[in-house]
């Protein structure tokens, strides 16, 4: 037996008891902390801690052309960078697979659920719109940084307000009142599986070995709005069921803190 | 009409406020925060470890390696695009022969010591920031040193000369126009290790401006040797 | 002309920090003399003796010893050995003489005694000034680890996790009913019943912290029985040492400690 099966079964005996390598239970996240404001430079930000991880996201808007074929709507990109500052395993360059992943799954996640009214975002239809990119950085990589992102992501948004707007011209410097057009609050939780067991918020050592994850992104109102599955081993109905209720609660969990 | 008054209502000789934290960052060797207004710089050091590719080794000694950069979300105005520009390139080049000469890394043959600077906003003066954040990481994570490195931008606006310009001063505009100074040094020798300046200057107020850096740099020394201290307060008796 | 101490014995210093004013004073391990002052080369503790100044380290990565004892994972496997991580810039050779006394001929596969990933307990019998690192599996407790867990410590704590004739670790493995061994490098093998290697985890972790402060051995006795519920009676002597004791209190200095002090160029 290779050793990462060996590490994999050990997680999995003390999973067995219900019981993590920190002493958690199995359905159990660390201490979740949510900071806003934390970057002035940007249109909205915030800082999110997952026990040691720890991941800030950033807003800025600008001012574009729209797309031809959504003349009258303004767009969300989202980026994520994994520094290097944050772990021993980034190396400093273009965005990893795991980076891009990381930025997918959590734009997914906002797009497909509405979160942002993108018809508000219009200032001259087929002419001027508000582009708004959310940039995702890692400042310590210890496990389940998908869920630290959209959830930094998401608060980000909730702090964001427009900059001044005259004469086509943003001044940066003055910001107003405005929030964004936010209409629904979606957040990504990972359930994680080992063996038969399932559990949410890996370590990074818990994650190193795990056979398969499910992304679920959900909304307040009690739907999915995306939806990622990772890892090598195959899930089952019954385990995708039994995920997705664990997805809604911390969630809904999540979405509290806010 | 001369500059009288700061734009922020500063002493000339004073500085934003400053705060310092190490060990910020868990998974590093060393780290810490170094805040000054709204610049805020995290330095994460790791290593040392294999230098790749090979032939850049040095069989005496370990590698110092830096490298500078700003959230795409940090800059005065629009989105920055992430990714190494020619900005960042320089900055973290002159980083490392801020830092170098205070490290000695001759027991590390064949290493590298990276250096991981980012930072999340930025109001002017952020070379500086970024080089009194990785200087504490670097002692954090226990290398050997002749000193910290302490660092402030010091300049001239209008004919005034002053330390820590924010960026409305660096913008400012003058009859006489700005001189900004980064300025790097050993706070306990006071030999300089950064030496950046642009606008036009006389040779005395060059002068001027590097006895004031002098000055400054003490000042930032006490708060980054108190962050050090801080984090280690549990291990004296 | 002056002479005078600057600081308090036992106080943490930063790098460049003036300890000591005067010629009659002298500067030891991890200080400096710059003209008439003695400085600190690093962060660390002052430690004053007479008028010899130096500084226990508080923190810096491991740096390889003839004779210590260390934990290391196996990256490469060659004809004639094994490449082992040592979780320090340098890696490990692990010849076929020095991993096992079975005869193995030549061109064998020797991924059948070690493979890739496996983590091995090995000791260090040769550092070049270079850093090669000649290891050996010849001896007591050395051998590939099977399950368990490694976890990371500030490898300048470890003779603290240790103790004194092995003390600490002896008392931890005792009540957890625990395997373990600490590595030199920071590295310690823990491996028992989740619930008990999770106590003993975060006995080594509370050690690690309070590593400074005396009364450590009552304090981590009592944690371990609230802990555990149950009382520690008297430790039996260890049935293997598979680390290097180390020379207290010190923090594991060798050979480096009586290198004449240098002036910086």
Same mark, same amino acid.
């Not at chain 1, 989202?78 to 799954?105: D, K």
């Not at chain 2, 000054?36 to 994460?44: K, N, S």
């Not at chain 2, 000695?104 to 980012?118: A, G, H």
């Not at chain 2, 642009?198 to 060059?206: P, T």
């Given at each position: 037996?290779?050793?990462?099966?060996?590490?994999?079964?050990?997680?999995?005996?003390?999973?067995?008891?219900?019981?993590?390598?920190?002493?958690?239970?199995?359905?159990?996240?660390?201490?979740?902390?949510?900071?806003?404001?934390?970057?002035?430079?940007?249109?909205?930000?915030?800082?999110?801690?997952?026990?040691?991880?720890?991941?800030?996201?950033?807003?800025?808007?600008?001012?574009?052309?729209?797309?031809?074929?959504?003349?009258?709507?303004?767009?969300?990109?989202?980026? $994520?960078?994994?520094?290097?500052?944050?772990?021993?395993?980034?190396?400093?360059?273009?965005?990893?697979?795991?980076?891009?992943?990381?930025?997918?799954?959590?734009?997914?996640?906002?797009?497909? $659920?509405?979160?942002?009214?993108?018809?508000?975002?219009?200032?001259?239809?087929?002419?001027?719109?508000?582009?708004?990119?959310?940039?995702?950085?890692?400042?310590?990589? @210890?496990?389940?940084?998908?869920?630290?992102?959209?959830?930094?992501?998401?608060?980000?948004?909730?702090?964001?307000?427009?900059?001044?707007?005259?004469?086509?011209?943003?001044?940066?410097?003055?910001?107003?009142?405005?929030?964004?057009?936010?209409?629904?609050?979606?957040?990504?939780? !990972?359930?994680?599986?080992?063996? +038969?067991?399932?559990?949410?918020?890996?370590?990074?050592?818990?994650?190193?070995?795990?056979?398969?994850?499910?992304?679920?992104?959900?909304?307040?109102?009690?739907?999915?709005?995306?939806?990622?599955?990772?890892?090598?081993?195959?899930?089952?109905?019954?385990?995708?069921?039994?995920?997705?209720?664990?997805?809604?609660?911390?969630?809904?969990?999540?979405?509290?803190?806010? | 009409?001369?500059?009288?008054?700061?734009?922020?209502?500063?002493?000339?000789?004073?500085?934003?406020?400053? !705060?310092?934290?190490?060990?910020?960052?868990?998974?590093?060797?060393?780290?810490?925060?170094?805040?000054?207004?709204?610049?805020?710089?995290?330095? $994460?050091?790791?290593?040392?470890?294999?230098?790749?590719?090979?032939?850049?080794? +040095?069989?005496?000694?370990?590698?110092?390696?830096?490298?500078?950069?700003?959230?795409?979300?940090?800059?005065?105005?629009?989105?920055?695009?992430?990714?190494?520009?020619?900005?960042?390139?320089?900055?973290?080049?002159?980083?490392?022969?801020?830092?170098?000469?205070?490290?000695? /890394?001759?027991?590390?043959?064949?290493?590298?010591?990276?250096?991981?600077?980012?930072?999340?906003?930025?109001?002017?003066?952020?070379?500086?920031?970024?080089?009194?954040?990785?200087?504490?990481?670097?002692?954090?994570?226990?290398?050997?040193?002749?000193?910290?490195?302490?660092?402030?931008?010091?300049?001239?606006?209008?004919?005034?000369?002053?330390?820590?310009?924010?960026?409305?001063?660096?913008?400012?505009?003058?009859?006489?126009?700005?001189?900004?100074?980064?300025?790097?040094?050993?706070?306990? !020798?006071?030999?300089?290790?950064?030496?950046?300046?642009?606008?036009?200057?006389?040779?005395?107020?060059?002068?001027? $401006?590097?006895?004031?850096?002098?000055?400054?740099?003490?000042?930032?020394?006490?708060?980054?040797?108190?962050?050090?201290?801080?984090?280690?307060?549990?291990?004296?008796? | 002309?002056?002479?005078?101490?600057?600081?308090?014995?036992?106080?943490?210093?930063?790098?460049?920090?003036?300890?000591?004013?005067?010629?009659?004073?002298?500067?030891?391990?991890?200080?400096?003399?710059?003209?008439?002052?003695?400085?600190?080369?690093?962060?660390?503790?002052?430690?004053?003796?007479?008028?010899?100044?130096?500084?226990?380290? /508080?923190?810096?990565?491991?740096?390889?010893?003839?004779?210590?004892?260390?934990?290391?994972?196996?990256?490469?496997?060659?004809?004639?050995?094994?490449? /082992?991580? !040592?979780?320090?810039?340098?890696?490990?050779?692990?010849?076929?003489?020095?991993?096992?006394?079975?005869?193995?001929?030549?061109? @064998?596969?020797?991924?059948?005694?070690?493979?890739?990933?496996? +983590?091995?307990?090995?000791?260090?019998?040769?550092?070049?000034?270079?850093?090669?690192?000649?290891?050996?599996?010849?001896?007591?407790?050395?051998?590939?680890?099977?399950?368990?867990?490694?976890?990371?410590?500030?490898?300048?704590?470890?003779?603290?996790?240790?103790?004194?004739?092995?003390?600490?670790?002896?008392?931890?493995?005792?009540?957890?009913?625990?395997?373990?061994?600490?590595?030199? +490098?920071?590295?310690?093998?823990?491996?028992?019943?989740?619930?008990?290697?999770?106590?003993?985890?975060?006995?080594?972790?509370?050690?690690?912290?309070?590593?400074?402060?005396?009364?450590?051995?009552?304090?981590?006795?009592?944690?371990?029985?609230?802990?555990?519920?149950?009382?520690?009676?008297?430790?039996?002597?260890?049935?293997?040492?598979?680390?290097?004791?180390?020379?207290?209190?010190?923090?594991?200095?060798?050979?480096?400690?009586?290198?004449?002090?240098?002036?910086?160029?």
């Amino acid at each position: 037996m290779s050793m990462k099966d060996e590490q994999k079964q050990h997680v999995q005996k003390a999973l067995q008891e219900n019981l993590r390598y920190d002493g958690r239970k199995k359905d159990q996240f660390r201490a979740v902390t949510i900071e806003y404001n934390i970057s002035k430079s940007a249109e909205g930000s915030a800082r999110v801690k997952i026990g040691d991880t720890e991941v800030i996201a950033g807003v800025k808007m600008s001012v574009e052309t729209p797309y031809p074929d959504t003349p009258d709507e303004g767009s969300l990109m989202v980026n $994520a960078e994994l520094l290097p500052l944050s772990s021993p395993r980034f190396e400093p360059g273009p965005p990893s697979a795991e980076g891009i992943e990381v930025a997918r799954v959590v734009d997914r996640g906002i797009r497909e $659920a509405g979160a942002i009214d993108v018809k508000k975002l219009c200032i001259a239809r087929a002419e001027k719109v508000w582009i708004v990119t959310i940039d995702i950085c890692t400042i310590n990589d @210890a496990g389940n940084l998908i869920d630290a992102s959209s959830l930094a992501a998401i608060a980000a948004l909730k702090q964001a307000t427009f900059p001044k707007y005259e004469n086509n011209e943003i001044d940066y410097q003055t910001r107003t009142d405005t929030k964004l057009p936010m209409r629904k609050w979606p957040l990504a939780i !990972t359930v994680f599986k080992i063996g +038969n067991q399932l559990f949410v918020d890996p370590l990074r050592e818990e994650e190193d070995v795990m056979e398969a994850r499910l992304t679920v992104s959900t909304t307040e109102d009690g739907k999915i709005c995306a939806l990622q599955k990772g890892g090598s081993t195959p899930l089952t109905p019954d385990e995708i069921d039994q995920m997705i209720v664990l997805a809604q609660k911390f969630g809904d969990e999540q979405r509290s803190k806010l | 009409m001369t500059y009288k008054t700061r734009v922020d209502g500063r002493a000339f000789d004073e500085t934003r406020p400053i !705060t310092a934290k190490v060990g910020v960052i868990k998974n590093a060797e060393g780290s810490a925060m170094f805040k000054i207004g709204q610049t805020t710089a995290y330095a $994460a050091v790791y290593g040392p470890r294999e230098l790749h590719p090979k032939f850049l080794q +040095n069989p005496n000694t370990g590698l110092l390696r830096c490298n500078y950069n700003m959230m795409p979300f940090s800059g005065h105005g629009e989105r920055v695009r992430p990714g190494q520009n020619r900005r960042a390139k320089e900055i973290s080049m002159v980083t490392e022969n801020a830092l170098a000469p205070a490290l000695d /890394l001759k027991d590390y043959p064949n290493t590298v010591v990276d250096v991981f600077i980012e930072l999340p906003q930025t109001d002017a003066g952020t070379r500086c920031a970024g080089i009194c954040a990785a200087s504490l990481a670097l002692a954090d994570a226990g290398f050997e040193m002749k000193d910290l490195v302490s660092s402030v931008a010091v300049g001239r606006v209008d004919e005034r000369i002053l330390a820590d310009l924010n960026y409305d001063e660096e913008a400012y505009q003058c009859e006489k126009g700005v001189a900004d100074i980064p300025v790097a040094m050993f706070p306990n !020798t006071g030999e300089i290790t950064l030496l950046q300046m642009d606008g036009d200057l006389s040779r005395q107020e060059l002068q001027e $401006a590097l006895k004031l850096a002098k000055k400054v740099c003490q000042k930032i020394y006490e708060v980054q040797k108190q962050a050090l201290k801080e984090k280690f307060l549990g291990e004296s008796e | 002309m002056t002479e005078e101490l600057l600081v308090q014995n036992k106080t943490v210093v930063v790098p460049g920090e003036p300890l000591a004013e005067g010629m009659g004073f002298l500067p030891s391990k991890g200080t400096y003399r710059d003209h008439e002052m003695i400085r600190a080369k690093r962060l660390g503790l002052v430690e004053i003796d007479g008028k010899v100044i130096k500084l226990v380290p /508080l923190s810096g990565c491991y740096m390889p010893k003839t004779g210590d004892v260390i934990i290391t994972q196996v990256f490469d496997v060659s004809f004639s050995g094994w490449r /082992l991580d !040592t979780a320090t810039a340098y890696p490990a050779m692990l010849g076929v003489k020095d991993a096992t006394s079975d005869f193995i001929s030549r061109g @064998a596969d020797l991924t059948e005694y070690y493979n890739l990933g496996d +983590n091995l307990v090995v000791k260090i019998i040769n550092v070049t000034s270079q850093k090669l690192i000649d290891v050996t599996m010849k001896g007591p407790g050395l051998r590939k680890l099977q399950g368990g867990r490694i976890i990371k410590v500030n490898p300048n704590k470890v003779p603290r996790i240790i103790g004194k004739q092995g003390s600490m670790v002896s008392m931890i493995k005792f009540a957890t009913n625990c395997k373990i061994i600490v590595g030199q +490098n920071g590295l310690i093998w823990i491996d028992g019943t989740p619930n008990e290697e999770l106590v003993a985890v975060n006995t080594i972790r509370m050690i690690e912290h309070l590593a400074h402060i005396s009364g450590l051995t009552e304090r981590v006795k009592t944690y371990l029985e609230t802990q555990l519920g149950k009382k520690i009676e008297e430790v039996p002597p260890m049935e293997e040492q598979a680390y290097t004791p180390a020379p207290h209190p010190n923090y594991g200095e060798g050979e480096r400690e009586h290198r004449r002090p240098q002036r910086y160029r």
